[in-house]
């Protein structure tokens, strides 16, 4: 393992994805890299989330780097590979590409302060210890800022009460076990259709429902995995051309052209297809026509129904009306999600009916008085999601700018890579890049691969500074917001616009305007010779 540097070249924060994809091409350069991780191992957000069932969602051909020389040699065992067959293709990408000797883990990032003068960031990690660089990358995701709502009490639980994203490492036996989650998306569905093969009871406590999609898991063998392989080149290709990050597009036919038969007809093939088909594959118009949106959560709503068997849980998993528009959330996947209602052994609590009043010592009491006893409690209750990974840290740059109080008032960034008054700091899959409206490997690839170039170009001009200027920022922020307004996410209080998070302010956090559009953007900035950003 690599030791604590004083100074190097440029220093990439965390070790998933972006990190590792960075440090290996800035290395090819000739720079001097290092990736200072906090958690005890590579892998990001993968390392962190090791709940119970936390498997990915986007298929696995495209849930993988392009990187040449990787890939190549690569194949999950299933379409929708478990978290620890991801942490294994990590170790692999490391091993392949001698990565390790550039990661220093267990040092958590906590301020970096610009030195104008100098052109160079000194970073301070918890330990106390200062490292200098010229160029900074935070490659610290959308989710590396876990959030946990206030609960009365909830310091006083005797038993394990852990949220999905801080999970013990060494896990946390749910078997035969009284357990309650707080929390119904990506994540706590998850960790619901776990607990429920194996605990005694699972109590769930809902508030919104998930308008979750069927993953049809497929394992795959060897011919499946052959195939894959060799259609994988032009799939990397698709997948940047995309709207979504994924090599699969919206319907060509309009809804309106067509009749219920017809319409009915492409669906159930999205739906036999599974993933994030339905909605990925579907009318393009949903995202922005209500009528339009209507009719396809009519479409979810009755597939659903089905195989549910109590009239009241119907009501509360897959209601009548819908709760918000159909992909204005992040729609987690699920296997049986919707079945394991019918189990004795699984509960359904509605919030807005009947609230967590406190968690105490022996579980949590809710506001109709009752006082439920639990052996775990898991909190999958998200996060200060895309601004939180960075504002959560001391970031400051010129003329006493600080991170948390400018993103606060207002997300602001110049192609969601830069912002302005802080020079030569980049980052990806953050604020205002294509980020959770993308698959991730292909949004990261695009963002990482112009960091990469602008810092080469940089360098190789002689200049020691980069920096966002603040009319391009105003540019960008402005079509960042014009976008997302045409499209339904408002509509919704979710972790896209940073509205589950009590008190931060509702906005536009990611690019809508699809994945394509974005990598042509960045791809024309750079052979513009980086227009809108200060070189000095
Ligand atoms: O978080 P979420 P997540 N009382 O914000 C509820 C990625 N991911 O960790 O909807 C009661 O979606 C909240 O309720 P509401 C993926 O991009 C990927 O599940 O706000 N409930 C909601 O139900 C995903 O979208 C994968 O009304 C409260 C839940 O907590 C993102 O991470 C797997 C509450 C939070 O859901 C985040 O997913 C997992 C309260 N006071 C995650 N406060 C894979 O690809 C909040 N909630 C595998």
Avoid at 192 to 205: L, M, S
Wanted: proline residues 4%; contains cysteine; aromatic residues 12%.
């Amino acid at each position: 393992m690599a030791s604590l540097p004083r100074n190097v070249d440029v220093l990439i924060v965390g070790a998933g994805f972006s990190g590792l994809y960075q440090l290996h091409f800035l290395r090819q350069l000739g720079f001097n890299v290092k990736v200072l991780e906090a958690g005890g191992d590579i892998g990001g957000t993968w390392y962190w989330n090791c709940y119970p069932g936390a498997r990915v969602d986007s298929y696995a051909s495209m849930y993988q780097l392009s990187i040449d020389g990787v890939w190549q040699n690569w194949s999950f065992s299933s379409m929708y590979p478990a978290r620890d067959e991801i942490q294994n293709y990590f170790h692999y990408i490391s091993r392949t590409l001698e990565l390790g000797r550039d990661i220093i883990l267990n040092t958590r990032v906590v301020s970096a302060v610009y030195d104008d003068a100098g052109s160079e960031w000194a970073v301070t990690t918890q330990r106390g210890d200062v490292v200098r660089c010229q160029f900074l990358s935070f490659c610290t995701g959308f989710a590396s800022k876990a959030f946990t709502p206030a609960f009365r009490g909830i310091g006083t639980f005797r038993g394990p009460c852990h949220h999905t994203a801080l999970w013990p490492q060494e896990g946390i036996e749910l078997r035969g076990k009284r357990v309650a989650v707080i929390g119904t998306g990506a994540s706590g569905i998850q960790v619901i259709q776990e607990a429920a093969a194996v605990a005694q009871e699972v109590t769930v406590f809902q508030r919104t429902p998930s308008i979750a999609l069927p993953m049809n898991q497929q394992l795959l063998n060897d011919e499946a995995k052959r195939k894959l392989k060799d259609g994988q080149a032009k799939a990397f290709d698709a997948r940047r051309k995309s709207v979504s990050g994924l090599d699969m597009g919206p319907l060509g036919q309009k809804m309106a052209d067509l009749d219920e038969g017809e319409k009915n007809e492409l669906y159930e093939g999205l739906w036999a297809e599974g993933g994030f088909a339905p909605l990925v594959g579907g009318f393009a118009e949903v995202y922005q026509d209500d009528v339009a949106n209507d009719w396809a959560y009519g479409f979810w709503r009755d597939k659903v129904r089905k195989r549910i068997n109590d009239p009241w849980l119907q009501e509360k998993l897959a209601p009548t009306v819908k709760p918000y528009p159909l992909g204005a959330k992040r729609a987690p996947l699920e296997q049986n999600y919707y079945d394991l209602f019918n189990q004795p052994n699984v509960h359904l609590i509605d919030v807005n009916e009947n609230d967590i009043d406190q968690i105490t010592p022996k579980g949590i009491q809710t506001a109709d008085g009752v006082a439920r006893e639990f052996d775990v409690i898991v909190l999958a209750t998200g996060f200060d999601a895309i601004t939180g990974s960075m504002t959560q840290l001391d970031i400051r740059g010129t003329d006493g700018a600080n991170i948390h109080d400018k993103w606060t008032s207002l997300a602001s960034t110049y192609l969601g890579l830069m912002t302005a008054d802080f020079p030569n700091m980049f980052f990806s899959y953050a604020t205002h890049g294509p980020t959770a409206l993308s698959n991730g490997p292909t949004a990261l690839e695009i963002q990482s691969d112009w960091i990469v170039k602008c810092i080469r170009y940089t360098r190789g001009r002689g200049f020691s500074s980069v920096r966002a200027s603040k009319e391009a920022e105003e540019r960008w922020t402005k079509l960042v917001n014009d976008i997302g307004d045409q499209g339904l996410w408002k509509r919704a209080k979710s972790w896209y616009t940073g509205a589950n998070i009590p008190g931060k302010r509702v906005q536009h956090l990611n690019f809508s305007g699809g994945v394509g559009l974005y990598a042509q953007i960045c791809q024309e900035n750079e052979e513009k010779g980086y227009e809108g950003f200060e070189f000095s």
